[in-house]
């Protein structure tokens, strides 16, 4: 390094001349950055002199000459609150000791891409989000819950049927067309409390990745989008405390290197035990009861240079009591009781042959199993519906970056499904006969290579190609149903038995995927993207929000996969150093066999689901628009998106296997107009002021055309699906945080948040249901119609 300082300070030297011989003169410029906290040095800190610069060395000092002159000086580095300062250089030597100020402690400021300053321009794939958590810790929740699946609500694209909703929906699909990971672990169910609160335990997580655009190959069996959570790496050389207290729940991290520099591990802990709350509330909450616990725990070993091994493990329980009943087998219940619980483990393998070649191989395990309890009138017996998915997989994944053009990617995945759709255990009653599905069984292995190149220095492309194929595996039995007439129990003919290995259906084939970036400029790009993906394992549902119980299933004879075209076209934008980042991204995808219900479709301890449900085409296009600030005391963003997602469901040409006589008609999640806007307004380094709007045209519906009446009863007479809107969402949240009101800097850190969600009691609809009151009345369900305030504490150590 010091050589090279020298020659670039004889180049510099033979070059200070000017055409008529007079020698420029220069100031020595050097100096020291480091950390106002720990103040240890900072390698790799910018230190810019208007547009030339250089970068701090391993002890955290730099040096450069500068023309005698005037000039902007700007110390930057991302972490740390930006030093600016007009500086004049007209003597010998100036030296400049600058102490950072590290945003972790004081964040001023929200990034929504946890990538570089330029990354949204800069990189190949469209309609990719990151989101670390410290811009989702920023936006106020509810009841003080930081939630990961309420932040990426905040994003153009992203929307969800209403406030206690099970799941997310991007650009239109369903929930289950989302694959969402947790340290590529699969999360089948990803919300506590019926969908109040989502299951990733804020203070465990690293940062989450939305892939709603350019999905790579890497990942299948989804067709709409990825959401990629990832647990953070414990230290392998501190310990460090966090957690937090508040009403809805308690909080408690811990990681701590358990052999310095070798193995460290993560704890994070949640739990929530508060029915005592609805007890406060009106008389119709008095008998619910709510509560669930959650734990994320990480081992990093690094028992060399080379070499790298994670284990992560997840584990969740709720249990859900309501008085509302459902009707199961005529079972008299007093009350319906959820009870579901989620295992998850991951264990990777990262190899490092070189500096161009790395390998990672993974084992993982997932193992959800809700249930339903229903506490019989009369006995002290509860009759339980049990169900579970088990998943397995294999993957192993090669990298390989042979020069700056080319990033080769490359690997190949097998996964079991084992699927219990329900069982019926009676235990002590005599009144109920058991019932028990068959399992479902299958396979499905991928190979994918994807190449990242540079082809110029305005364009890159990333290839990418992932063959799949799929069986449906036995034990089994097939029904065969008469030709010329809707399937139903009434037109069985024959059935065929699988034993157990034996393949009963196979499906496959190649999923091509391409981005393509152009710059326009430095800080302006347009980018195009293309993705077929195919889907085996879907929700089988007619509500708009999956229950616990819903019922899962994969493709077999008769249930053909999911398959999705999708194409994409963006402008990316950077202004003003970078503080301000715009997007407009417009989309079209076409889906086939998206799967309906039949009217009066009941898929609980069904075993023959195609008599229940029909299979056509789906359509989903739109325009989504975000403009956000990034830096400085007023950060935040802007997100509109205009989307339709419309179903076409003509099974042939016969009434009973179409929907709405074969036409196109809005799905459940069709939202045309969505706006998000989400505001932070800091106030030194101990308050932070944030609010948030939310707005989004209402789900459709399906009301009654007319009423029938038979034996002195009135039934309502539906003619066509999703025919009316609930009303339109509208929301204004508020937090305050006040953080360190001691105004010491300690080892110990607490900050206080106070949210308001819901600022001016908004009474939006989340449901509307009928009842039969001199003829058939419409009435709204409202989850939260008031303000909601709250209060939590939050602690870190280190």
Known sequence: MKHFLLIIFMLLSLGGYSQNGNKKQYSSFTGTVIDSLDRKPIEGVAVKIDNQGVYTQADGSFASLVPYGEYTVTISMIGYRTFRRRISFKKTTVLLNVSLLNIAKELDEVVVSTQGATKNVDRTLLGVTP???KTIKKIPAIMGEVDVLRGIQMLPG???????????NIRGGTTDQTLILLDDTPIFNPTHLF????????????????YKGGIPARFGGRTASVLDVTLQNPS?????????????????????PLIKNKLSMLVSTRGSFNDFLFQLGSERLKNIRANFYDIATKFFFQPNQKNTFTFSGYFSKDFFQTDLLGTVNNISATSTQYDYKSLNASLKWFHLFSSQLDWQTSAIYTNYQPKTMLPQLNSSNTVDITSAILYRQLKSELHYNPNEKHKLTGGISSIWYKISPGNLVPNASTSVNPITIPDENSIEAGIYGEDEMTVNAKLSVSFGLRYAQYWAMGAGTVRHYQSGVPLSDFTVTDSTKYGSGQVIASYGGLEPRISAKYSLTNSSSLKFGYNFIRQYLQVVSNTTTPLPTSRWATSNDYIRP??????????????????????????????????DYKPGADFILKPNLETQVLQGKGMAY???VMLSKKKGDLTGWLGYTYSRSLNQIKQSDRYEEQVNGGKWYPNNFDRPHSFNASLIIGQGAHHEFGFTM???????????????????????FYQDRN????????????????????????????SWTFTVYNLYGRKNAYSVYLRTEAGIKAYQLTIFGSPIPSLTYNFHFM
């Open 236 to 256: 392998l050389t501190q310990t460090k405390l966090s957690g937090g207290i508040s009403l809805v729940s308690n909080r408690l991290s811990i990681e701590t």
């Open 723 to 750: 025919n009316a809107r609930i009303s339109d969402y509208h929301r204004l949240d508020f937090s305050w945080t006040i953080r360190n009101p001691s105004m010491r800097k300690r080892r110990w850190e607490g």
């Open 158 to 168: 992203v929307t969800s049927v209403g406030e206690a909703a099970n799941g997310v």
């Open 694 to 716: 939310v707005y989004n045209t209402g789900r459709p519906f399906t009301v009654p055309t007319g009423i029938v009446v038979f034996d002195g009863v009135t039934y309502p």
């Open 131 to 133: 989101m670390s958590m």
């Open 195 to 210: 969908g109040l609160f989502s299951v990733f335990t804020p203070d465990a997580v690293s940062g989450v990745e939305l």
């Open 562 to 595: 999911q398959s999705s075209h999708l194409f994409s076209l963006g402008y990316f934008k950077n202004f003003k150093d970078n503080i301000y980042e715009f997007s407009m991204e417009g989309y079209y995808r076409r889906n086939e066999n998206v799967l």
């Open 622 to 624: 739109g325009l989504e």
